[in-house]
């Protein structure tokens, strides 16, 4: 009797999986492949996103002490930031590629951010950081091409 237990749950697990994704194509598909996307980015970021979460205190205002520890981990915020673009960007356009839609579908880093619960005023502090911090890599990569 188990062991028939056991094989109709094995049998019925791909159907369940079935159930639980949304039609291809649809709002709630792409809404689906959106979360499912940022949701593995958060969490493979879980402690960066953490320590960006910690720059305010309870009452908005900036912590230093976590502010200059986020600061020590510049290239830590580096490759957050290019991880973004780079990876995330080009899985969310991919997606809406599949369905033959022609709207660009680029979710911005702060947006992100802002839904795993970063604090406003963090993000007024991290955001100009990140984006020059971003500059800077380009202009670096577009002198040392021109070099060659």
Same mark, same amino acid.
């Given at each position: 009797?188990n &062991? @028939?237990?056991?094989?109709?749950?094995?049998?019925t697990?791909?159907?369940?999986a079935?159930?639980? !994704?949304?039609?291809?194509?649809?709002?709630e598909?792409?809404?689906?492949k959106t979360?499912? #996307?940022?949701?593995?980015f958060?969490s493979? /970021? &879980?402690g @960066? #996103? /953490?320590? @960006?979460?910690r #720059?305010t205190?309870?009452?908005?205002d900036? /912590?230093?002490f976590?502010t200059m520890r986020l +600061?020590s981990?510049?290239?830590? %915020?580096? /490759?957050f930031?290019?991880?973004?673009?780079?990876?995330?960007?080009?899985?969310?356009? %991919?997606?809406?590629v599949?369905?033959g839609?022609?709207?660009?579908f680029?979710p !911005? %880093?702060?947006?992100f951010l802002?839904?795993?619960g970063?604090?406003?005023e963090?993000l007024q502090?991290?955001?100009? #950081?990140?984006g @020059? +911090?971003?500059? %800077? &890599?380009?202009d670096e990569?577009?002198?040392s091409?021109?070099? +060659?």
């Amino acid at each position: 009797m188990n &062991r @028939l237990i056991a094989a109709f749950a094995l049998a019925t697990c791909p159907l369940a999986a079935c159930v639980t !994704a949304p039609e291809p194509c649809t709002q709630e598909w792409v809404e689906y492949k959106t979360d499912h #996307i940022l949701g593995e980015f958060a969490s493979d /970021n &879980r402690g @960066l #996103i /953490n320590d @960006l979460k910690r #720059i305010t205190n309870d009452e908005g205002d900036l /912590n230093t002490f976590a502010t200059m520890r986020l +600061m020590s981990r510049t290239d830590d %915020l580096q /490759n957050f930031a290019d991880s973004f673009q780079n990876v995330v960007l080009p899985e969310l356009e %991919l997606a809406l590629v599949e369905c033959g839609q022609s709207e660009q579908f680029a979710p !911005a %880093l702060t947006g992100f951010l802002r839904d795993e619960g970063v604090d406003e005023e963090a993000l007024q502090w991290v955001a100009p #950081i990140i984006g @020059l +911090m971003q500059q %800077l &890599r380009e202009d670096e990569v577009g002198n040392s091409s021109q070099v +060659m």
